[in-house]
């Protein structure tokens, strides 16, 4: 699965833990919301498998309900 660039719609790079789009010269971070409560979703890695934790009460979030949105990158 591609991440599209939210501008220009073209296939985006994960470079340095973040995409990045040639296309653009922008760069975006991706951040996991929980579909319930709308708030940042914890990530649990373990043995190479991704899992989604929500800290306000909705428990563990399958990935196929995660909502995923993209924000500039900043280098802070």
Known sequence: MDALCPVCGQ????ISGHFHCDTCQT???QTA???DCQQPLQELKACGAVDYFCQNG???ISKK????TCSLYSEE
């Open 58 to 60: 909705h428990g563990m």
């Open 33 to 35: 919301l929980c579909p």
């Open 11 to 14: 296939p985006m790079s994960w």
């Open 27 to 29: 760069s975006y971070t």
């Open 65 to 68: 309900r995660v909502i995923f």
